[in-house]
């Protein structure tokens, strides 16, 4: 299967449930539109967006911040094992061609923070922050037309 680019998701290792919509949605259109998913590995939005690219039959990457393959959430395909808990966050944001953040605290915070460092384009739905810079989008759907465009140029 050949990728288009990879789609990083940042967003809480916990969230409710109609986060964990919106970020399974997105994981979806990740997918269909022929993206692979990079993201943190663990829970919350990371587990719903990797579950529902993962649904689609779409590559989940995690970049996991223990010593384990085993801390993964069960979505994801390509387990990369950091043991460098937060600072894993730099290696998403090198990794990933755009940054996608949905909702999330200060480990989002600091993802965000590291992208807008290395030139990311950083999309976000239901952030909570007021970043300028920040291209924030109402659905996931609307999120990959906004990545779409930006990663044709």
Partial sequence: MEIKGIIGVIGGSSCNKRIWKIAY???REIAKNG???CCGGLGGVMEAASKGCYDEGGITIGILPGKSKEEANPYIKIPIV???SHARNAIITRT???LIAVDGKYG???EI???FCVDKKIIGIEVKFDIPGIIKVKTPEE???VA???LRK
Wanted: glycine share 8%; aromatic share 4%.
């Fill in 148 to 150: 779409n465009k930006i």
């Fill in 108 to 110: 989002t915070l600091s």
């Fill in 25 to 27: 949605e997105l994981g």
């Fill in 143 to 145: 999120a990959i037309r």
């Fill in 35 to 37: 993206y692979a998913l």
């Fill in 82 to 84: 950091t043991a460098m």
């Fill in 96 to 98: 990933a061609d755009i």
């Fill in 113 to 115: 923070a590291l992208g």
